[in-house]
C-alpha cells in the first residue's frame, strides 16, 4: 500500500507542478528559462511515481500504511494556524495561551486546570524571553497597547 | 611562521581585554540562547542586536556578534538532538543519529560529544583561518558557476547515501526538495514560479519553515501517536558524558568531520553547508557496520558535528579576506561592519589588524567558553527531557510557532509550516525520509542558479562542466558515489527476488 | 468573562483613537520603521544608522523591521496598508519608489501618490566595474570596448529589481552595449566571479565594492555622482571621464503611509534631519561612501515628494529603453 499510495502522490506533485509551471517559458540550453528546471524535476518525479505503483502492482511490497487518526494531525496543526491567523491582530498575549489549549486537544493525557495554567505562564516566559530579552518586534497585545 | 605567531598574539591581547572578553561571553551565551530556540536564529538575533553594538567600539562589537553566530551553532545542535528539530540547514544530520541516541537514553552522551568535537574543530579551524587564511582565499576564486553546479551534485550524491530506506523514495525526496527550492520569483525575469497566486509565496519558502514542517510538527504527531517511542526517553537517563569508548569511537570522524568542514567553509555561497553532509556520507561509507547509521551511531553525530563549527569558523575566512559574504548571517556582519565604518575586504588586514586578529582569536576564546558553559547545561537539558510530555509538545510547538513567525515577521509562514507538518506527516507514513528533501532544498535553490549562470558564461556549452577539472573531479566523485550506494541495493533486490521465487 | 474581554479591548481601541488624534504628544510608543532589504545590506545599514539618532530625538525606540522580497517591493506593499499614525514608516529607495512600477505590472502601490514623504536620508554612489584584466585603460575606451563586442561580454547583475540590475540597464543603454547579462542572486557572487575573471563587468554600489577596488581585485572606471568620493579618490566621475549623462545615486528616503497627519510627518521630518546633522552619524553614513542631502530644499518633504514623481518618469523610459518587460 505504501508503494501505491506513494506513487499517487508523487504522481498528484508533478501534475500540480507542471499545471502551475505551464506559463513558464522552458527556454534552450543556452539560455535556460525558468521553467526548465521544475518541469524536468517534474518529469522525474512523475517517472519515480509510475515505477513506485509498478513495484506495488508486482506485489513485492507488503508493509502496510499504519492508522491514520485524525486527532493529532487537525489539533496539533490547527492550533498552529489559529496562532498565525491571530497573532497579529491579537497578539501574542492572545494568540499564545490559545495555542496551548487548542493544542491540548491533541492528548488524551491533558489536565485542563493545568493546561491552563501552563498556557498562561508559557505566554509570559515567551513574551519575557522574545519580546523583552531578545527584543523581537512580535506583537504583544495590539488591542489593549498599541503594539 | 613567526608572523603568524607575532599576528596571533597580538591578536589575544586584544581578545583579552576585558571588555572584550565580557562581550564575547555575552555573544557566545546569547547564541547559544538563540540556537537552542527552533526557529529564532542568528539572523534574527544579530540584526536586533545591531542598534545595540553603536556604543561599543567595531573590535567588540564584530566579536560579540560573530560569538552569537557560532554559538547558535552550538545551541542548534541541542535541540536537534533532545527533540528531533534542526534549526538550521547544517544540523539536518545531527538529528538522523543524534536523536535516536537520546532515544536511547544516550541524550547526554550525544551532547557531550557534540560539544568536545565543537571545541576541538573550534580551535583547529581557528588556527586554519590564522594560518592559512589569505592563501585559501585562492581556492575560493576557483569556484566559478561550473563548479559550484558540480559541487552541488556531489552534494546530493550524499543525499543517496544519508537514505536509510527506500533509495527510490531517497531520490523522490531530493527532486521533491529541489521542485520546492524553485517556487518563488525566477532570479532572471523576476517571474512567479509555482507560486499558486500567493504573494506570501514570492519570495520563496523559508528554510526554516520547511524544516520545522517536515521534523518539528511531524515529530510531535508522531509522538502523540507512538506513546511508547518518547517513553523510551523519560524512561533512562545513562549517563551524562561520553566514555573512553564513546571517544575513541569519536576521534577519527571528528578530525575528517573537522577536515571536510574547513574545506567546505571557505567556499563562498554557503559551502559550509554541505560540510555535515559529506562529513555523514564518509563515515556511513568508511565504517564496518554502515547498518547502525541512523540507529544512534555515534561516529553521525561526532562527524557532522565537528564539520559543522569547523565549517561556521573558515566561513569567515571569504569575509575578511575577500570582504565577500557566503552567507545570510555573515552579510549581516558585513553590515556590521560597514556600520561601524569597517568595509570588510581585503584591506580590512592591514588597514584594522587589531580587529582582524582580535576576532580570530576570540574565536578560539569563545568556543572555550561555549565548551565550559555548555557541558555543565547537558544534565539540565536531559533533565528537561522530563517534563511530561503532555506539557512539552505545546511548549515545543509555542516556541516553534514563535520563531516562525519572527524569521519574517509573517503569520503566513506560521500557516504554511502547518500545512508542511501535515505533508511531512502524510510522507513518514508512506515510508518517505524527510531529510533528502531538506538537503534537495537547501542545495537545490543554489544548483540551479549556478546552472543557469555556468550555461550562459559557456553560451550554452554542457562541456563547460567536464573541460575544466575541478568541475570533472566533482562529478567524477558524485557518480562514484552513487554507484557505491546503488549497486549493492540493486544487488539485494535481485537476490530477495531470486529466493522469493 | 467576556464582557469584561470585550469592555478592555474596547477601552484599548479608544485609548488608539486618542493617541492618532493627540499628534502633539506624538510619539508615545515604539516606531517600526519597515525596511524592505534584508538585514546587513547597504539600505538597512543606512536606515539603522539614521533611525539610531532619530529615536533620541523624538524619545522613543525606532525599530528596524526587515521585510524582503520582489526588490523590496514586498516590504513597501506591507508599509503601504499599515495605519497610518505614524507608527509605521518605510525606508523607500531607488528601487521601490523608482523602477518598481516600471517593473511590477501588479504593484500594489502608486510611489509619487500613495505615500506622505518623509525625508531623503543618504545616497549610495554606483561605480562601473570590471575585471582587474579589462583590456581598457579609461572609461571612453571601456564604452567603446562593450560596444565593439556585444554580447561576447559578461555583465553581472544582482536579479530584477537589484541597484546593480537597474542601473546597469542605464549604464547600457546610455553606452549603447548590448552585454549578456549574466544574473545572481546578490552583488557578493558577482564581485566574487568578477575576480576570478568569469564576469566581464558590473555596476554596483560603492560599499560592496570598495574594499576590492583599493585591494586591487577588480578596477572601477567611474563613479556616478557629481563629486568624486572620498573614499576612493583616485576614481573619476562619470562626468570627467566623458559620459556625463551616466548619473545615479541608489538613494534611499523615509516615507510614511498615506493618511498620516501632517503635523506627525513633519515632526518625524525634523527628527531626520537633526540625525543628519549629527556629527557622529554624519561621518557613520559618509564612513560607508554614503551622500548625505545638503540642508534646505534637499531636506524637506515637498523636495522628496517631486523628485519621487521624477524618478518614477526616469526609470519608467530608461527600462522601456532596456526593453525589460514588467512581470
Known sequence: MQNLLGGLLMIAIAVIAVVQGSALSIGSLRHIGPGMVPMTLAAFLGLIGVVLILSWWRGRERVGTGRWPLRGPVFILGAAVVFGLTVRPLGLSVAGPLLVVIAAFASAETRWKEIIIFSVCMMLFCLGLFRYALTLPIPVAPWLIGY | MDALIANLSHGFSVAVSLSNLGLCFVGVVIGTLVGILPGVGPIATIAMLLPLTFNFDPTGALIMLAGIYYGAQYGGSTTAILINIPGEATSVVTVLDGHQMARQGRAGVALGTAALVSFFAGTVSTIVVAALGVPLTKLALLFGPAEYFSLMVMGLSFAVVLAQGSLLKAAAMILLGILLSTIGTDIETGEERLTFGFAELADGIDFVVLAMGFFGFAEILHNLENPETRDVVKGKIGRLLPNLQDIRMSIAPMLRGTGLGALLGILPGNGAVLGPFASYATEKKLSRTPERFGKGAIEGVAGPEAANNAGAQTAFIPLLTLGIPPNAVMALMVGAMTIHGIIPGPQVMTKSPDLFWGMIASMWIGNAFLLIINLPLIGIWVRLLHVPYRLMFSAILLFCSIGIYSINNDPSDVLLTALFGLIGYVFIKLGFEPAPALLGFVLGKLMEEKLRQALIISRGDFMTFVDNPVSAVLLLISVVVIILAVVPAIRKTKEEALSMS | ?327
Not at chain 3, 521585510?67 to 517591493?73: E, L, M, S
Not at chain 3, 560599499?207 to 556616478?224: C, D, L, P, R, T
Not at chain 3, 562619470?238 to 503611509?257: I, M, Y
Open chain 3, 1 to 327: 468573562m467576556f464582557a469584561k474581554f470585550l469592555k478592555t479591548a474596547l477601552l484599548g481601541i479608544a485609548a488608539l483613537g486618542i493617541g492618532a488624534v493627540q499628534a502633539q504628544n506624538y510619539p508615545t510608543r515604539p516606531i517600526t520603521v519597515i525596511v524592505p532589504f534584508a538585514a546587513g545590506g547597504p539600505t538597512d545599514v543606512i536606515a539603522r544608522i539614521v533611525s539610531e539618532h532619530m529615536g533620541k530625538v523624538l524619545g522613543q525606540q525606532l525599530i528596524v523591521e526587515n521585510v524582503v522580497g520582489a526588490g523590496g517591493t514586498t516590504g513597501i506593499t506591507k508599509a503601504f496598508g499599515a495605519t497610518p499614525d505614524g507608527y509605521t514608516i518605510m525606508m523607500g529607495h531607488m528601487g521601490t519608489h523608482g523602477a518598481a512600477p516600471a517593473l511590477y505590472k501588479n504593484l500594489k502601490y502608486k510611489p509619487a501618490s500613495d505615500f506622505e514623504p518623509i525625508g531623503m536620508a543618504a545616497g549610495t554612489p554606483i561605480l562601473v566595474v570590471a575585471r582587474k584584466d579589462f583590456p581598457a585603460k579609461d572609461l571612453k575606451e571601456f564604452v567603446a570596448y562593450i560596444k565593439a563586442n556585444g554580447d561576447k561580454l559578461n555583465e553581472g547583475q544582482a536579479g530584477v529589481g537589484s541597484v546593480s540590475f537597474s542601473t546597469c540597464i542605464m549604464f547600457n543603454v546610455l553606452a549603447g552595449a548590448k552585454p549578456t547579462r549574466v544574473p545572481y542572486t546578490g552583488t557578493g557572487p558577482v564581485i566574487n566571479d568578477m575576480m576570478a575573471g568569469k564576469i566581464d563587468y558590473a555596476c554596483d554600489q560603492i560599499v560592496s565594492v570598495a574594499s576590492q577596488i583599493q585591494g586591487g581585485s577588480i578596477k572601477a572606471y567611474a563613479i556616478a555622482t557629481e563629486a568624486r568620493s572620498p573614499a576612493l579618490p583616485d576614481i573619476p566621475t562619470t562626468a570627467e571621464a566623458g559620459l556625463p549623462e551616466f548619473k545615479v545615486s541608489a538613494w534611499n528616503a523615509l516615507f510614511a503611509p498615506k493618511g498620516t497627519p501632517q503635523d506627525v510627518v513633519a515632526k518625524l521630518n525634523a527628527a531626520l534631519s537633526t540625525a543628519l546633522n549629527d556629527p557622529a552619524t554624519k561621518k557613520r553614513l559618509e564612513d560607508l561612501g554614503g551622500v548625505v542631502p545638503k540642508e534646505g530644499a534637499e531636506r524637506t518633504s515637498k523636495w522628496l515628494g517631486d523628485f519621487v514623481a521624477a524618478e518614477v518618469k526616469k526609470w519608467g523610459e530608461i527600462i522601456q529603453a532596456g526593453g525589460v518587460v514588467a512581470q
